[in-house]
């Protein structure tokens, strides 16, 4: 067995705790999917870590909280800039309407791949950018517009309770409704996001932001690869006839 196919292994077996094959066996409704959007709200903590402990205390991938924060910048308070907000917004919206355009008539899984790669070098050209001293101004603007893209391309693809970013409507959903499979996924989604901030608060606090950053743009490359290689995969379909009577 290759590597890659052993990593597939690995992928398709994470996928299936999170939505269980049917009676017949095989892949999940989303196939390795799920896999990766884990992967992706891992690095949105990351991220968020990033902007908010060393960048004006900016949300570029939580716009609720940056939405808040441009509310309390406007009220007064100096430790906020209503400015890097204002941006992160713009940022994050021009991100997202470029990544709808780019995905009209294709295939929502067919787009993960070159969205993500673009969102790698987005988060490698703000690692470059704070290595060359760069202000705060200008990596906001590009972590919020690989953000963008993210969120249009995880909306797109309608997985159920992996949004990758936002946990407000998840942890709802864990405390109101009974325990099932769905709530697997919940728990997931909001353990992961925690372990991504935990991570990039470590990175940032004590290593400075580019350890962080650049542990983003690794993750986000094999996220990018993982869904490319999930894409060329041919598909299989029951023969003619195979249906029911």
Known sequence: MTAGAARRGILHR???LLFPPGPRGGSGPHGVLPALLVALTFVSGVVDAVSYLGLDHTFVANMTGNVAFLGFALAG??????T???LALGA???GATAAGRLRRGREPARTFAPLVSAQAALVAGALALSAGGAGALPVVGLLALGM???NAVVLRLG???L???????TLTGLAADPWDRASVRRAVSVAVLFCGALAGGLLTIHHGSRWALALAAVLLLGIALAGALRAAEPRHRPPTGAGPP
Do not use: Y
């Open 159 to 161: 997985v159920p309770d």
């Open 84 to 86: 890097a907000s204002l």
């Open 77 to 82: 308070d100096r430790q906020l800039s209503a």
């Open 148 to 150: 963008g893209l993210q």
């Open 14 to 16: 994470l996928a299936g």
């Open 92 to 94: 994050f919206l021009a």
């Open 163 to 169: 949004t990758t970013t936002v946990v407000t409507r």
